[in-house]
């Protein structure tokens, strides 16, 4: 089983600054990694997917970057509505099972 | 716009088998080369995959859970289910259907299972 690592666990960042979120992978999943956002009560959003790629209506604020077991998500100007739980996930092929990261919480400096 | 939609019982005994289906709406559930997953989230804690099946009927299961859980596909009703056998306390969760096939990009809402006698 590929373990995700996240860090920070928690990131507390001031509106308008940028965040750098990282994800470690205990073995390659090359680039099939997503990064999700979590707001209290709601379900996960998607991000990113392919490692860098933005899912559809995702602002250009969010990048992600990385490949083989070294991945990070940048917001780069925090906006209110950004504050929220952030969880990676490896989707690799082999072993066929999907894991999660233990999510970073981003919250209000 | 794809739509999903968890439905089960909230409140389940322990040792008993936890079943939920989810709803598909808003496309076909056969087309695209998509997995259908369930995923959990005890409160206050992360996610944790369960499983995922493909429409073809193959499936792949979370080493953790797999001697207890089944998912399986009924494409003529565009939905897909879980079956999660002996429940504990532990298996108290927000239970969520999902899409995946790069990422995972169609959630349902959730559902609150709590197991309590």
């Known amino acids: 089983e590929i373990v995700m690592t996240q860090s920070p666990a928690t990131l507390s960042v001031s509106p308008g600054e940028r965040a750098t979120l990282s994800c470690r992978a205990s073995?390659?999943?090359?680039?099939?990694l997503a990064w999700y956002q979590q707001k209290p009560g709601q379900a996960p959003r998607l991000l990113i997917y392919?490692?860098?790629t933005r899912a559809t209506g995702i602002p250009a604020r969010f990048s992600g970057s990385g490949s083989g077991t070294e991945f990070t998500l940048t917001i780069s100007s925090l906006q209110s509505e950004d504050f929220a739980v952030y969880y990676c996930?490896?989707?690799?092929?082999?072993?066929?099972?999907?894991?999660f990261g233990g999510g970073t919480k981003v919250e209000i400096k | 716009q794809v739509q999903l939609q968890e439905s089960g019982p909230g409140l389940v005994k322990p040792s008993q088998t936890l079943s939920l289906t989810c709803t598909v709406s808003g496309g076909s559930i056969s087309s695209g080369s998509y997995y259908w997953s369930w995923i959990r989230q005890p409160a206050g804690k992360g996610l944790e995959w369960i499983g995922r099946i493909y429409t073809s009927g193959s499936t792949n299961y979370n080493p953790s859970l797999k001697s207890r859980v089944t998912i399986s596909v009924d494409t003529s009703k565009n939905q897909f289910s879980l079956k999660l056998s002996s429940v504990t306390a532990a298996d108290t969760a927000v239970y969520y259907c999902?899409?995946?096939?790069?990422?995972?990009?169609?959630w349902g809402q959730g559902t609150l299972v709590t197991v309590s006698s």
């Open positions: 073995q390659s999943v090359s680039s099939n």
């Open positions: 999902a899409r995946g096939n790069y990422g995972t990009d169609y």
């Open positions: 392919g490692a860098s």
């Open positions: 996930q490896q989707y690799n092929n082999w072993p066929p099972l999907l894991t």
